[in-house]
């Protein structure tokens, strides 16, 4: 699949977002509740972030205004649905952003925002997973390593926040990171396997009726130049650059923040905020990075056509 940068944008910029909202709104129930102008300014980011992702994502439409027409389809479609979730998001945001200010509870509204927060994210992953036609996406990890980078991008988010706010960070913030990354690091090394074996159960002889034993090849191209097909759906990437970029994005978003999360632990009694930022920071460039490949390494079951 071509990757298109606005649809990338999107899902990196809103999962961070929605992660960084899911963790303000359990945080409080594991007794770590942020004071108020913390909370606030950590709200405003999440909305800034979910904001940018949503518009960009407007951009990969043929006509962006006509977005607002996808909203009515939620009974069928999970981009539908994770529009509706989106917009339903700012109310518990707004609740709490009222709460917040007047100095009230706001773990009522918390854990509706995260809630919600949790549900747009996994209808965000489902719109791919859905995808018959595109074998490598409806692989058993995409869903849940999408809603893990939602938590590590924005947990690292939070805590970044959190720190440079001059608020104090858990030391179980180091640990929390070490998990996620190592999980991460599992599920995409478990997840590219697959995909380097082939993972496609379509092939041109089972689409002729054929025994998939049987060597079916294309007499003749269908067209003699490029298409919409070959362009979009046929986008090829090099081995050797794919392994490469699969490192960057391994260094990026798993060892680099592992390795600020140890400096947090061995430096304890300092200020965490540059590490924190640093990892935030560098897991958001690994997500963009394996957010391209998650698009320039699956193929269309229309190319076995081609």
């Keep these: 699949m071509h990757p298109a940068f606005s649809v990338i944008f999107f899902t990196t910029m809103s999962g961070a977002g929605y992660g960084l909202w899911i963790w303000l709104g359990v945080m409080p129930w594991l007794g770590q509740s942020l004071p108020r102008p913390a909370a606030l300014i950590v709200l405003a980011l999440g909305f800034a972030l979910t904001s940018l992702g949503l518009l960009s994502s407007t951009l990969h439409l043929g006509q962006p205004l006509r977005a607002w027409r996808a909203f009515s389809q939620w009974r069928s479609s999970w981009l539908s649905r994770e529009g509706v979730l989106s917009l ?3 109310l518990p945001a707004g609740w709490f952003a009222i ?15 995260a809630a919600l927060s949790l549900a747009t994210v996994a209808c965000t992953a489902m719109i791919y997973v859905s995808l018959k036609t595109i074998p490598a996406w409806r692989h058993t990890t995409v869903l849940p390593i999408y809603m893990l980078f939602a938590l590590l991008t924005g947990g690292l988010t939070y805590a970044g926040a959190t720190a440079v706010t001059g608020n104090h960070v858990d030391n179980d913030v180091a640990s929390a990171v070490l998990l996620g990354c190592f999980m991460l690091w599992r599920g995409k090394h478990f997840y590219w396997l697959d995909l380097d074996r082939g993972i496609s159960p379509a092939t041109r002889a089972a689409a002729v009726g054929l025994p998939p034993d049987r060597d079916v090849r294309v007499f003749e191209r269908p067209h003699t130049e490029a298409n919409y097909l070959t362009r979009e759906m046929g986008f090829v990437l090099a081995r050797k650059h794919s392994r490469r970029l699969r490192l960057l994005a391994l260094l990026l978003f798993a ?11 061995l430096f304890a009694h300092h200020d965490a905020s540059p590490w924190l930022v640093l990892a935030t920071l560098s ?4 997500a963009f990075v394996e957010r391209w490949l998650f698009f320039a390494e699956a193929r269309h079951v229309v190319m076995l056509y081609y």
């Design 283 to 286: 897991a958001l460039l690994g």
């Design 99 to 113: 709460a917040a200010s007047r100095g009230q509870d706001t773990r009522l509204a918390g854990t509706m925002l």
């Design 88 to 90: 339903l998001c700012l």
């Design 255 to 265: 060892l680099l923040p592992a390795l600020c999360a140890i400096a947090m632990s």
